[in-house]
Structure formats: structure tokens, C-alpha cells
């Protein structure tokens, strides 16, 4: 019975365009390039534009899968976004362009499984390896470490956006765009989590450790044709007062499920996050994390002090000792590189003095 329910809920999940919206060719000198298969208007990519790589990636369910990376000079982080479960890369591009431009970012989409030229059948579970498989291929051909990294997970998208953030405890942040708490919560309103159920974002956006910005549009405007009647503003509600560090939401007031990125609120909001994203130290970070910690019930500190202990036993530091000094507070990679000498905050951090990372590694 579980099984037809999940099957049932994904039948509603994934709506992807059909025909595509593109293809992919091969030039003569190995490069992809995209083609539009719908409008002659439909933006896309010229083949000798530098700016863009079109990618076609392996995941470790056996599919390949498309994706995008935009190039911007100036960016100082990367956006790996997720798209919604009604839409394929190249109805996507030009808002890709303009984010890459306005954010000043260098911006990777990707389809789903079974999505645009992508191969395989969309399901929940090809999604958690697509966006895998991209996490893995910006790490080792392009570079960029979870700490310069911002997952953007629009509607259905936010399922593989979380499943991600959920394993990167060093990351910089997170945007969650019209998202959901679960697929069946989408279809009824039900106040518990079955085995069943698709994309329980409501049990992983507790494991994200970094900023998160809630999009939706906003509960009060109640304007006819202009409400979420997709995706319920209490989804986006929800997840932001679950949100272990949230960042400040934006509701839209007269917006839709596939439109809030066509209001001035949006960019602004956008820009306003990523700039601070940017900004953010070690030193803020390890501030709110102490916050967080003191909030906490004091079960869930005891364990931390557990884990605190572990690392002092690793680094050799007597347990009554409040600070981990010497040799094996240094090199601690990415953003905590200064000397981060809190145990308990290195842990939340997902590092340990000594080099040793405290990380769910994607697998």
C-alpha cells in the first residue's frame, strides 16, 4: 500500500515538458552545444558562447543528465539551482543569465533525470543522485568547495536541495523558493510524516547548519489569481521557523506559484542575501552557533558536549581544558581557517581541530 501511495505521489510530483525544450549537439571539436526544439524566440545559448559549459553528467543511478554552469567573472560564490517539477533547462536559461548577472554569481542548473535531454525517469530518488552528481562534478572540475557554495531549490526542487544541505555542514547558504515540507502534504493536509511520503523536507531542514532564505508568496494578499494555490504559504512558513539559522523571509504580495521571480521584491531580496552571504566571517558564524547552542534543550547539549569531548580527546587536550590550543587548533579547513578554538562550535561547524572533518560526506 505504501508503495502505490509513493508511486501515486510521485505521478503528481514530476510534469516535465514535453517534447523538451532543447537538445544537445556535439560540434566538431568534442564541445556541446544547446539547440531550442520549441520557439524560435525561446532565449538560448549561442555555440561560441564562452560564458556558458553545457555538461552532460553521469550520476550513480546509470543516468547522464544536462546541466548548465555560468560563468561570471566578477562572482566570489557559486548557485547550484534546482528547478521546479514543471520546467526543463532551456525555459530556464534566461532567468539563469539574469541571475548570474544580478547576483553577480556563477550559477549551475541542471535537469532532473528524465527532464530536457537528460536520460531516465524522473523519481525522487534519481533527484537526490542528480544533484549529487553536480555537487561532485563543481568540486572537482571547477573547484568550488561547500563553503563558496548556495543551494537554491525552487517548489520541488527544494527536495533535492535539502537532501544536499542536510550533508554539507559547511555551507554558505541556502534559498528555498515556493519550497515544500513534504509531497503528500502538498496533495492533503496531514499533521504526521508517513514512510510513504515523498521529499520530507520537514525532518531535513533541521540538519541544515547555514542560512536559510524562505521565498513564498505572502499569506495576506488575497487577491484573486494571485495565491500559492500550488504550494500553501504554511509550507514555506514552516519551513522557516524549522530553519536552525534563518535568514530574514520574503513574502510576496501578489505573486504566484511560477512567478515571484518576475516582481522587484525578489531580485532586491536576492541580492541583499547573496551580498551578505559573501560577507559572512567565521567570527559571526561561530557567534550565532554559540547563540543556537545556549537555545538549545539541554538533551541536545549534552550530546554536544559528548561530541566536544571526542574532539578534545583527539587533539589531545585535557577535558578540563576550555580551549583547544597549540598546533591542533590550526589548519582547519575552509572558512573556519581562523583558528577555530570553541570544540563545540567546530563541531556544529563540521570541523575539527587537527584537520580532522566532522562531515556526512555525499555517497
Not at 528555498?176 to 520537514?202: E, M, W
Not at 566571517?281 to 539541554?298: A, C, D, S, V, Y
Amino acid at each position: 500500500m505504501g508503495c502505490m501511495f509513493s508511486q501515486l505521489a510521485a505521478q503528481f510530483a514530476f510534469f516535465p515538458p514535453s517534447p523538451p525544450t532543447y537538445q544537445i549537439k556535439k560540434g566538431d571539436n568534442g564541445k556541446l552545444s544547446v539547440v531550442s526544439t520549441s520557439s524560435p524566440s525561446l532565449p538560448l545559448p549561442l555555440a561560441d558562447d564562452n560564458s556558458l559549459d553545457v555538461l552532460l553528467i553521469d550520476t550513480k543511478r546509470g543516468n547522464k543528465i544536462v546541466a548548465f554552469y555560468l560563468k561570471n567573472p566578477y562572482a566570489r560564490l557559486t548557485v547550484l539551482y534546482s528547478h521546479g517539477n514543471a520546467a526543463d533547462l532551456g525555459q530556464l536559461y534566461d532567468l539563469f543569465v539574469q541571475l548570474k548577472v544580478n547576483l553577480r554569481v556563477n550559477l549551475m542548473g541542471y535537469d532532473y533525470s528524465g527532464y530536457g535531454s537528460s536520460s531516465g525517469k524522473p523519481s525522487e530518488s534519481n533527484t537526490y543522485a542528480d544533484i549529487e552528481a553536480i555537487y561532485e562534478c563543481l568540486q572537482t572540475q571547477y573547484g568550488v568547495s561547500q563553503e563558496d557554495l548556495i543551494l537554491y531549490g525552487q517548489s520541488v526542487g527544494s527536495g533535492p536541495t535539502l537532501h544536499l544541505a542536510a550533508k554539507l555542514p559547511r555551507l554558505r547558504g541556502v534559498v528555498l523558493h515556493s519550497a515544500i515540507l513534504s509531497g503528500l502534504r502538498v496533495l492533503c493536509h496531514v499533521k504526521f510524516t508517513f514512510c510513504f511520503d515523498i521529499y520530507k523536507n520537514i525532518n531535513k531542514i533541521r540538519k541544515v547548519k547555514c542560512p536559510v532564505l524562505v521565498i513564498h508568496v505572502s499569506p495576506s494578499y488575497k487577491s484573486k489569481g494571485t495565491e500559492d494555490d500550488v504550494v500553501n504559504w504554511l509550507h514555506g512558513d514552516g519551513l522557516w521557523k524549522m530553519a536552525k539559522e534563518p535568514y530574514e523571509p520574503l513574502w510576496i504580495k501578489g505573486g504566484g506559484h511560477c512567478n515571484l521571480e518576475l516582481y522587484p521584491d525578489y531580485i532586491r531580496h536576492l541580492c541583499r542575501f547573496i551580498h551578505e552571504m559573501e560577507n559572512i566571517t567565521t567570527e559571526i558564524r561561530l557567534k550565532k552557533i554559540r547563540q543556537n547552542l545556549r537555545q538549545k534543550p539541554r538533551s541536545k547539549s549534552s550530546s554536544n558536549k559528548c561530541c566536544a569531548q571526542a574532539v578534545l580527546n583527539v587533539a589531545g587536550v585535557h577535558p578540563d581544558a576550555q580551549n583547544v590550543r597549540g598546533p591542533a587548533a590550526q589548519n582547519v579547513p575552509g572558512p573556519a581557517a581562523q583558528n577555530v578554538r570553541d570544540p563545540v562550535a567546530a563541531v556544529e561547524l563540521g570541523v575539527c581541530p587537527g584537520n580532522v572533518a566532522v562531515e556526512n560526506r555525499v555517497g
